[in-house]
């Protein structure tokens, strides 16, 4: 499958080699060859054009300000990434990151993969309390403008494969995570559904020959996460979103079971992410097409990819593995998927 998402796919950030702040130019363009050379598809910067996977698109829309997180934390972590909280109109102004892009583009021959946050991480940790709009329908609104806009920017630089990383999903699955929602003033069983609807929006009217997918995962920060619990609850509403595909995460028995599978509408895509991010241990072969058999209970297998569970630095920090490591993980997606589906 040479369309996106591709049959060995990843969600795109890589551990960044000890001189990528310095010789960024010189860090991506070999990153880029080596996932060309592992004979992956879709190409991305390794997300070296950004220290945090979310803040540096956010902060960078207008009305957007970084506050110290409050909570609920990262486990196993002193240090914890800061909040994007909502203090002014939401407006995207000015191209962000679109020249990170270009930059992608020029550098391969392969389909550019380019990833930002989704709308819901506007909302999601600081929730209700941290958006000063008196109005939630005129922000909504504001935020599905605002991705609209730097859709389309995207789209005029020539990117025809983006991804909207949103941990907002998943983390819905989790009690505590539920629990820290009402305290910011949200009520957690319609955030799903509200979250679905300004995604719907967003990618309404997407540019032709543009793939759009949805990356969601429990959290990824140097090897920890914050949620647990599988996408049952959150299924309906997330598979709602509108976007031509899901990257799930179902490495562990934290992210629960493929039963929520059943829910994905006719064509839409979905990428299994079985190989840890989190863990240096290999995934062996025989394990990984077990466990794509399993969600073919669900799912047809050609609508099926497979992938990583996370990014591999989804912060300029990275996770606890070795580049060695990381590229073994991918290499080995890259052998499965031609092994299932030659």
Request: charged fraction near 15%; charge should be neutral; aromatic fraction near 6%.
């Given at each position: 499958m040479h369309s996106p998402p591709f049959r060995a796919d990843h969600v795109g950030s890589l551990l960044r080699p000890p001189y990528w702040r310095t010789e960024r130019e010189r860090a991506i363009r070999e990153v880029a060859a080596k996932q060309e050379a592992i004979g992956l598809h879709g190409i991305t910067d390794g997300e070296y054009s950004r220290e945090w996977w979310h803040l540096d698109f956010l902060s960078q829309l207008d009305g957007v300000t970084l506050r110290e997180n409050p909570g609920p934390k990262f486990a196993g972590t002193q240090e914890q990434p800061p909040v994007p909280t909502v203090t002014g109109k939401l407006r995207y102004s000015r191209p962000i990151m679109v020249d990170a892009f270009r930059f992608l583009k020029s550098i391969t021959s392969r389909t550019p993969k380019f990833t930002i946050p989704s709308p819901s991480m506007l909302h999601l940790r600081a929730g209700r309390a941290g958006i000063a709009y008196d109005d939630m329908e005129e922000f909504w609104a504001d935020a599905a403008a605002a991705y609209r806009s730097a859709i389309k920017a995207f789209a005029d630089a020539g990117c025809t494969y983006l991804q909207l990383d949103d941990v907002a999903f998943a983390y819905l699955c989790d009690p505590k995570i539920r629990d820290a929602c009402r305290k910011n003033g949200d009520d957690p069983m319609t955030l799903p559904g509200r979250y679905a609807r300004t995604i719907r929006e967003v990618v309404r009217g997407k540019p032709a020959g543009m793939t759009i997918a949805m990356h969601t995962c429990r959290g990824n920060f140097k090897s920890a996460w914050v949620a647990e619990g599988g996408y049952e609850p959150v299924a309906e509403a997330m598979f709602s979103s509108g976007v031509d595909a899901f990257f799930m995460e179902f490495d562990t028995e934290r992210a629960g079971g493929f039963e929520p599978l059943r829910f994905v509408p006719r064509g839409k895509k979905v990428v299994l992410g079985l190989v840890s991010s989190k863990l240096p241990q290999l995934e062996t072969t025989d394990h990984l097409k077990r466990r794509i058999d399993q969600?073919?209970?669900?799912?047809?297998?050609?609508?099926?990819?497979?992938?990583?569970?996370?990014?591999?630095?989804?912060?300029?920090?990275?996770?606890?593995?070795?580049?060695?490591e990381q590229w073994a993980k991918l290499a080995r997606v890259v052998q499965v998927s031609q092994e299932v589906w030659q």
């Open positions: 969600a073919t209970k669900y799912i047809p297998l050609e609508n099926l990819c497979l992938s990583p569970q996370c990014g591999f630095s989804s912060t300029h920090h990275g996770n606890k593995l070795t580049m060695d």
